[in-house]
């Protein structure tokens, strides 16, 4: 398999604050790759580096073997990234069908609006909308706007998915469900890079997992290697004591 | 959208029948008087609807938007006055003219959100009208004149009158027609999405900075070539009149009256609250009183009202979505 997206040495600060220092990371093709840590950690930060609403201080971003480093957000979208919001952020005076034409139209292909229609509905069956196409964007429930966040993105026709917390605020049967809409996305071909707090979903999820701590790679493996990595249950996953006495750390106990 | 596809839109025929109106109406009768209030309208329902395209499209309040219909005036009486053009490729030039100073202004001061960029378009319209009052080959602050001999390339004043009323209403069926093709188009569909979260919009990949000009540029075409029509119907212009800031303000009552962000509302609101203003100034106990109704009339749309007419037209009879826009 092929590196997808190689992150190298990147930084950046605000004022006095390190939010990512010297991080280097890469995401494989059809790969799905955890992105954990504390509040604070810098992941959101991580994200929005990529994605191009921050320009970085230093290092390099390369997508599919072209240098994207500091590109505009709109610029990103065409290279075959696309992404989704920890706080939605729905063009409510739209409808589904108009919120996810724009992500069709504007997306990967630049497709025409008879042409994104098609993509619009085929996504939207997927991700579970279909029977919403017409109702306004506000009208939507808080799991229903996540999943309007994932279909947008969805509809960009991306190579490769940012998912910041799309699970966060979801009662478990939503979980589930959205779970399976993430698997059947990789099945598509898609590599998802994703943020995420629950710890049973993004340990079943992952190939592999990043763990960052105050802008830092604390550790990077295996979903396994990283849930016995000391510095690893120090941080982030709670008391270290925990393991040395010989209790593994609650799956879903993230702080 | 192909024009085929264009003349099965209902939408299209009612802009087609209330421009056949606009022209039959004051052609059948003769009446003069009538024919003067319409021109007004007519005016009003071009600069509200491509107003709209900036403040209900794309969500960003342009406060100086008479400054397109002022320098279009500017552009074609000296056009036609000093440089002796025919009206229309006056207008033309004016509209071109216009229309490329707002994109380069445009991809200025767009770099500005919410009130910093409305300050910023009071700020251009003031500029302008600032220049234009010192600027001597356009007379300055006392304005330029039209000679009657001008007239003569349109047959005579009193046909001319005609010719330029008729003008002018084609104009605003375009500005109506222009309106509905980019709502409808995904030029639209990526303004709307600006004008919603413009963030939000560019992560998900339209062009905000482009548009944005775009837009801006857009909106000031037809305005100028009106400008230019209108002025030189005056017979002449001046500074005051051209760049009057309370007649933008006006504007953008006309387009919250009507409805933000739809095709029809910016033309009814205009029409409404021109009828209405043509009351108030005529009638003796409210002459000069007209800006005082307007502040009032904005407070209560904004307040009761935020849809504008065709808010509430859509709320109280949905099957009015299929036919109007």
Known sequence: MTTLLDVENLSLRFGGVRAVQSLTFFVKEREILGLIGPNGAGKSTVFNLIDGIYPPDEGRIAFAGKDITGEKPYRIVRHGIARTHQIVQPLSGMSVLENCMVGACFGFRNQSLSHARETVREVLAVVGLADRVNDSASQLTIAGKKRLELARALCAEPKLLLLDEVLAGLNPAEVERMIEVIRGIRQRGVAILMIEHLMQAIMSLSDRIVVLNTGQKLAEGTPQDVANNKAVIEAYLGDPGMVENGVRPHPGAAP | ?325
């Open chain 2, 1 to 325: 959208m192909t024009p085929l596809r264009f003349l099965r839109q209902p939408f299209f025929w009612v802009i087609v029948a209330m421009t056949a109106v606009f022209i039959a109406w004051p052609l059948a009768t003769g009446d003069v008087r009538l024919r003067e209030s319409l021109v007004l309208a007519a005016v009003y329902i071009i600069l509200a609807s491509n107003l709209n395209l900036m403040l209900g499209y794309a969500g960003y309040v342009n406060f100086g938007s008479i400054v397109f219909f002022g320098l279009g005036g500017y552009v074609g009486v000296y056009l036609i006055s000093e440089q002796h053009w025919h009206p229309v490729a006056a207008a033309l030039a004016a509209g071109i003219s216009v229309s490329a100073l707002a994109l380069l202004f445009g991809l200025g001061i767009l770099r500005l959100r919410g009130f910093y960029f409305a300050l910023s378009t009071i700020g251009v319209n003031e500029g302008v009208r600032a220049f234009v009052s010192n600027f001597a080959p356009w007379g300055g602050a006392s304005g330029l004149y039209i000679s009657l001999d001008s007239y003569q390339s349109l047959g005579g004043p009193r046909q001319a009158l005609w010719t330029i009323y008729i003008l002018l209403v084609g104009v605003m069926a375009l500005s109506l027609l222009l309106s509905f093709g980019i709502k409808r188009s995904k030029f639209g569909l990526g303004l709307r999405a600006i004008g919603q979260n413009e963030d939000a919009a560019g992560v998900l990949g339209v062009p905000t900075p482009l548009y944005k000009a775009l837009a801006y540029s857009i909106s000031a075409f037809l305005p100028a070539v009106a400008g230019s029509f209108y002025f030189f119907k005056s017979a002449f212009i001046q500074p005051v009149d051209a760049f009057d800031l309370g007649f933008s303000v006006e504007v953008i009552v006309t387009v919250m009256l009507g409805g933000t962000g739809t095709v029809a509302g910016p033309a009814i609101g205009a029409f409404l609250y021109e009828e209405l203003r043509g009351w108030l100034l005529t009638s003796p106990a409210f002459s000069n009183f007209q800006l005082v109704i307007a502040g009032a009339l904005l407070l209560a749309i904004v307040i009761f009202a935020p849809g504008g007419v065709m808010g509430w037209i859509f709320r109280h009879i949905p099957k009015m979505r299929r036919i109007l826009e």
